[in-house]
């Protein structure tokens, strides 16, 4: 429930009463690409669990304006990751140094202007452990080098599908990553 109030007090979630039910969406200040799930894990009528909302860009990130103000910000992929790095900010007691960028899917990007905004920050990346969520952060990290002051990468490969997933680890399994060192762990030299 914090990581909701922290990220529509940031501007960056709002709801949508759309006939096909009550969304909640994920957008920034821009808001150029919005992403939308159903209330209650109910599917689209096509069958997906998210979409683009209409006359939404979809490849532009979701919270680069919103991260020019902090020294660092999480890189995700989707509304879910966005929240669950919410979460993981606010665990972390870190909301006055931490923002979220969100990539609305694999195939997003960073505009020049984005870079230009993202200099000199330090960027900590949570891609997806399939395949496709892997190829994108190698994308990601193509554009980020020579901007940022620093970047690297969380690898959930072995542990979890995404960071949302790895928020809903029981308690046990959680410290045995974050203590232990299990494969979860920050790659300094920010490859994959």
């Known amino acids: 429930m914090e990581a909701c109030k922290l990220a529509q007090a940031r501007s960056f979630l709002r709801f949508l009463d759309h006939p096909e039910g009550v969304a909640w969406v994920i957008t920034d200040r821009r808001r150029a690409t919005a992403l939308a799930r159903l209330i209650g894990r109910k599917e689209w009528q096509n069958e997906s669990k998210g979409r683009t909302l209409e006359n939404s860009l979809g490849k ?29 900010i606010i665990q972390a007691g870190a909301q006055e140094k931490v923002s979220v960028i969100c990539m609305a899917s694999t195939r997003s990007q960073f505009s020049p202007l984005d870079l230009k905004r993202l200099r000199g920050k330090s960027v900590r990346l949570f891609p997806h452990a399939d395949k496709e969520g892997i190829a994108a952060a190698v994308r990601w990290i193509g554009q980020l080098e ?16 995404d960071l949302n997933d790895l ?20 790659d300094e030299s920010a490859s994959i």
């Open 60 to 88: 532009q990130p979701i919270g680069v304006i919103e991260a020019m103000q902090f020294d660092a910000c999480a890189l995700i992929e989707g509304g879910p990751d966005m929240l669950a790095a919410f979460e993981l």
């Open 146 to 161: 020579g901007v940022c002051a620093h970047i690297d990468v969380v690898d959930l490969r072995g542990i979890a599908k």
């Open 167 to 186: 928020t809903s680890l029981d308690d046990e399994r959680w410290k045995k990553v974050m203590v232990f060192g299990e494969k979860g762990v920050v």
